[in-house]
């Protein structure tokens, strides 16, 4: 295959037609004298004219030959040495893409079969000395003979991580570049359009991608239950499914144990399903679409929690904690009792704020030294701060007066932070609170997100129980400072506390300290995996640049191009070096002769 560097310079080809047309202008035809006497020379005219006519020739071929070849040279021109025989040593990055979106059934099979057989068609182009290395969705890049790199490709399976392709074509450009020889990186992939990023190099890429057009597919957009953890009254469970037509589609709904409930669902509106009767503990919630050609999304689950509401005490004296705990009464999440102190310092279970009067901290923390508290609070703090995001306090809560909470003895935890330092904290069963919950320390009381706060801390933080929002597969969270394990469907998986984990699978992961189940996590999988829809082959190429895309059959023969191509600069040049010496000893010798 030929190939050019500057292929603008083509643009001049038409000079080479000069010489044709000097020459044609310059024609002429010796004058015939029919002088019999001189008869004997007519032998020697038509001997001298066919050699003339030789000379003309020959330097029309040399001045065309010369054009030519300096036009060439400029242009860079390249020829494929593959078409004569093996490549040049090169580097190779081969990107297979094993996202979800690859398990996506075509003709009977998942997708990644063909995308496998079209990534070991270009291995089975790799010679021992050509550097080669295998991206996946799972990175990063590993090195590799070709059969090593053949045993990976078998053992491939489609995982629920995400692969931004743009990210991974710049990943291996600086691998190519960083190797100091010709190569190229070569993308096998179902070619999502939502997953091709920009990018913009000079290594070249070699796209592989299927032939046919995507599926049409519905997922299951929404599995959520309300406020947790449900207490007897039960709750409530939304779901929608989301897809390209709008004709309902039944849907199967399952709350632990029980049967499946049968439902109607039609695309793009959300159905709600009150759930009683759930007995107390973890349970999952699973919801089932009939499979269709992509099935990681046609099911979806989701931790609940049921568990008997708190019963709390407060002091009236406080408008704004009283107000919210009496919605929290109303909707029957909390119960009026003795079991919580909500405000100061209990012999049981306390949610503690720092007193009015700050001259009563020093018998506060005296009392909670006596308690064992792990926590005790320190100097004051003033000034416009904010809350930093968390499991707790998803928003950036204005807090604008605080008492520092410093740790005093270990295995404290710290649920909630400001600016870094410890705002809401845990030690046993008590809660510690840097402000007090009234507009002159935080504008925590006057937002929408103050009732939820409190429920929280009453139904879940108070009993040391972790329920994370929901988590996106292959993304990393951090896990709760406590947590020594995970587990889903059986299967043990130790993490460390406060450190971030990144969940393989969707489903429901359940969070262990030692032996007990304190929380949950529901993960799910990225929702953009569930948009099958393709890229142009005109967008892949005008967001990567040098970049050619064919199909999964024909693309592996195209594969190592760049090795293999041979540049042609310098013997166009000498080409045209010899073609200047020759039309200068043609034209000599024919000035000689005339």
């Not at 065309?64 to 860079?76: D, M, Q, R, S, Y």
Request: proline share 7%; with cysteine.
């Amino acid at each position: 295959m030929i190939g050019f560097a500057a292929p603008w310079f083509l643009l001049a080809l038409p000079a080479a037609a000069l010489p044709i047309l000097l020459h044609l202008v310059r024609r002429h035809e010796p004058p015939e004298v029919a002088f019999p006497a001189v008869q004997y020379l007519a032998d020697a005219t038509r001997d001298h004219r066919r050699r003339a006519e030789l000379r003309h020739l020959l330097l029309l071929i040399t001045r065309t030959l010369l054009i030519l070849a300096i036009v060439l040279a400029a242009a860079g021109m390249r020829l494929t040495r593959g078409a004569f025989g093996s490549h040049a040593p090169s580097a190779l990055v081969l990107v297979v893409d094993n996202s979800a979106s690859s398990g996506v059934v075509v003709d009977g099979e998942p997708l990644l079969t063909a995308l496998r057989a079209a990534a070991a068609a270009v291995l089975d182009r790799a010679t021992p000395t050509d550097r080669l290395w295998l991206r996946t969705a799972t990175g990063p890049a590993i090195p590799g003979s070709p059969a090593q790199l053949r045993e990976r490709l078998a053992a491939l399976r489609p995982t629920a991580s995400r692969l931004d392709l743009g990210a991974a074509v710049r990943e291996a450009r600086e691998l190519v570049a960083r190797s100091e020889r010709p190569g190229e990186v070569v993308v096998v992939s179902d070619l999502q359009k939502n997953a091709v990023t920009a990018d913009v190099g000079d290594v070249p890429v070699l796209v592989l991608r299927p032939e046919t057009d995507a599926p049409h597919n519905r997922r299951l957009a929404t599995l959520a239950a309300s406020a947790q953890p449900w207490g007897p009254d039960g709750g409530v469970v939304t779901l929608s499914v989301s897809g390209s037509d709008t004709a309902a589609v039944p849907l199967a709904f399952t709350v632990g144990n029980r049967a499946p409930r049968d439902l109607l669902v039609v695309p793009g509106v959300p159905v709600s399903e009150r759930v009683v009767g759930v007995a107390t503990g973890w349970s999952t919630v699973r919801a089932a679409l009939p499979p269709d050609e992509f099935r990681a999304d046609d099911e979806r689950t989701a931790s609940l929690r049921v568990a008997p509401p708190a019963s709390v005490r407060w002091t009236a004296g406080d408008r704004f904690l009283d107000a919210a705990l009496a919605v929290l009464v109303a909707d029957r999440r909390v119960t009026v009792g003795g079991g919580v102190v909500v405000g100061e310092l209990g012999a049981g279970p306390s949610v503690v704020l720092p007193p009015a009067d700050l001259a009563m901290l020093g018998a506060l923390n005296r009392r909670l030294a006596a308690r064992g508290a792990a926590w005790r609070y320190g100097g004051t703090v003033q000034g416009e701060e904010r809350s930093d995001s968390g499991t707790l306090l998803p928003g950036r809560e204005g807090i604008t007066r605080r008492v520092r909470i410093e740790p005093a003895a270990p295995g404290g935890e710290v649920l909630a932070t400001v600016g870094g330092e410890p705002w809401v904290v845990r030690s046993g069963d008590l809660l510690l609170l840097g402000s007090r919950l009234d507009p002159s320390w935080t504008t925590l009381p006057l937002g929408t997100a103050f009732v939820p706060f409190l429920d929280a801390l009453l139904s879940r933080a108070i009993r040391g129980e972790f329920l994370l929002p929901d988590a996106v597969a292959g993304v990393p969270i951090r896990v709760p400072d406590r947590v020594t394990a995970v587990t889903r469907a059986g299967r043990l998986e130790r993490v460390e506390g406060g450190a971030f984990w990144s969940p393989e699978m969707a489903g429901v992961y359940h969070l262990l300290v030692g032996e007990d189940t304190l929380g949950a996590v529901s993960v799910v999988l990225d929702p953009r995996e569930s948009d099958l829809a393709r890229a142009v082959d005109g967008s892949v190429r005008s967001l990567w640049g040098s970049t050619t895309v064919s199909g999964l059959t024909d693309g592996p023969s195209r594969a190592f191009a760049a090795g293999g191509r041979g540049d042609l600069r310098g013997a166009l040049l000498l080409l045209a070096l010899l073609c200047v010496c020759a039309e200068v000893g043609l034209a000599s010798r024919a000035g000689q002769r005339n």
